[in-house]
């Protein structure tokens, strides 16, 4: 086992993590600790080297600081990477290795999964850490996260849709979805519940199927992008929205549960002037960390997920109406937020 620290400017403790025997390379990223102990999940995916890995790592980590802050729970933000590798299948030794790695970090840093991760990876890490959350078993296991993210993604495209086309109902709306996955398919049935035309894109045959079988319309990946439609729900991958895709947008809003759909934060500027009203990623896909943070605390009472994610819809509400008041694109809005409540949690842990 091998640790190497990584000096950032930006976070607190980056690592590069290597096991020769199970073949694992992973990068932990605590991004900021003010507020708690890093949360956030253990991504597996096959990246174009370690540059673009500790890039995801690093973003997916401060977004998660963003997350917490503005959901109300007492953590900070953290990600794990696995760089996926065909010499090197994922087996239980490589998740019991990472579990390893995850307990040098006493807690600093607590795991959980995310894409390319199932709970049976998880519970090889928990054999080795106490330090992970979203297990299936367990007094106080939270399970898939996905049904909470895609209803608070859902809650808040209806706030989102009253202010932009004067009315909360998604009936006659035509929204495009990007990946129909664990969050994607969830979602498309409450879209489709809600009376909304449901024009979707995945590439995984039985992801399309389960979707035509709810109604959904399905276009090739890459048309999904460009489809006229009155809302754009990317649940994939990030870095979807970038300067040559907003080119080509034909919808009035984008709201989905892709973390960092923005590839560079100049984006939501140039979509406010354009008039398409972008809805924070980190702020609408909360409800997956809120479901975690519940089992993190050990908190027992199931309504107490319930009752944070809609605080975090309501606060939502606020953010877009203020935004819309200020002329100003609601992620401007949310980061000032973020960077109240990080400025206000450090003055309290630094008092005397
Ligand atoms: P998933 O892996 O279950 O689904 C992703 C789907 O997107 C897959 O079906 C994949 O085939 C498809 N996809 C990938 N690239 C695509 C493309 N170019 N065009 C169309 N489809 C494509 O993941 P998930 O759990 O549903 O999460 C989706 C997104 O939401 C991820 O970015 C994840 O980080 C984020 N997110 C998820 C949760 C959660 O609770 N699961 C919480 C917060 C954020």
């Known amino acids: 086992m091998h640790i190497e620290k990584i000096t950032t400017g930006t976070h607190e403790e980056v690592l590069f993590c290597t096991d020769e025997r199970s073949g694992l390379r992973a990068i932990i990223a605590v991004h900021d600790t003010t507020l708690g102990p890093a949360l956030g999940g253990c991504r597996y995916w096959r990246y174009d080297g370690v540059e673009d890995a500790l890039a995801d790592a690093m973003r997916l980590s401060a977004g998660m600081t963003a997350k917490a802050a503005l959901a109300g729970v007492p953590f900070g933000g953290g990600k794990a990477v696995i760089m996926a590798d065909p010499q090197h299948e994922k087996t239980p030794a490589m998740m019991r290795a990472f579990g390893r790695f995850i307990e040098t970090l006493n807690g600093r840093y607590i795991t959980g999964e995310d894409v390319g991760v199932s709970p049976a990876d998880m519970a090889h890490v928990a054999e080795e850490t106490t330090h992970v959350a979203g297990l299936t078993t367990g007094r106080f296991a939270s399970g898939d996260p996905s049904p909470i993210t895609a209803e608070g993604v859902f809650r808040c495209m ?4 009253a202010q932009v086309f004067g009315s909360d109902s998604l009936r006659g709306r035509i929204v495009a979805l990007q990946g129909l996955g664990h969050v994607g398919l969830s979602l498309a049935g409450k879209m489709r519940a809600d009376g909304a035309q449901v024009v979707a894109a995945d590439m995984n045959p039985k992801a399309v199927d389960a979707a035509r079988d709810l109604g959904v319309q399905i276009v090739a990946p890459d048309r999904i992008l460009t489809q006229e439609a009155d809302i754009l729900a990317p649940c994939a991958l990030g870095g979807v929205i970038d ?14 549960a892709a973390n960092n759909q923005l590839a560079t934060p100049d984006c939501a500027q140039e979509l406010h002037r354009r008039g398409i009203l972008y809805c924070p990623d980190y702020v609408v896909n909360a409800g997956g ?58 003055r309290q842990s630094h008092a005397m």
């Open 289 to 346: 960390l809120i479901n975690i943070a519940r089992e993190a605390l050990q908190i027992g009472d199931a309504d107490w997920a319930s009752d944070k994610l809609e605080a975090a819809v309501a606060n939502f509400g606020e953010l877009i109406a203020w935004a819309a008041k200020d002329r100003r694109p609601p992620l401007e809005e949310a980061d000032a937020m973020v960077q109240k409540i990080l400025q206000d949690g450090w």
């Open 243 to 256: 300067h040559d895709s907003i080119a080509g947008l034909r919808v009035r809003m984008i709201c989905g």
């Open 158 to 161: 209806k706030l989102a849709a």
